[in-house]
């Protein structure tokens, strides 16, 4: 059988990239999530990139959603802070700023955000929780494969 050489694959290949991480555990009770869709005065308060101002019905508890992640524009970030009095988000000052950055009517979920820890670089995710099923992760969604890794640890981040 003959073995030929597909240069579509060979030029996409990354060194290391992680494609897939299994869920052998589901979990549940994984609260801190929310989808929304933004208006443009939802969008850089106080004049910054990093601050965001959820709609529909947030979560009246103090830093509820930090530590999950912002997933908007087909990008991922962490969230850092969160005013349950003002509805207000606020991102990890050390991740970029959105490229493209979200508009009005851009949607948005905040789910658990997923840490690869390891000895590549770049690689990030987030979980995917099943509302109907006592809110347990379904599917961890990897958004950036990162490259050179041979091996990794994945934790799930949420607030407690």
Partial sequence: MPVLIDPNVQG???HG???VIRLDYAGSNYDNTLSGIFSSSDLKIDGSNKKFKLSGNPSTIPDYYVGCGLYTE????????YNAATSVIELLDSQPDFSPAPTALSAYQITPYVEINGDGENAYAR?????????SI????????GENYSFANVFVVTNT
């Avoid at 087909?74 to 802070?81: M, V, Y």
């Avoid at 979980?127 to 809110?135: I, M, Q, R």
């Avoid at 379904?138 to 494969?145: A, F, S």
């Fill in 138 to 145: 379904y599917k961890i969604e990897i958004i950036g494969r």
């Fill in 127 to 135: 979980a995917l929780v099943n509302s109907a099923s006592s809110n």
């Fill in 17 to 19: 990239a992680i494609d």
């Fill in 12 to 14: 996409n290949a990354v």
């Fill in 74 to 81: 087909g990008q991922l970030r962490k969230i850092s802070s």
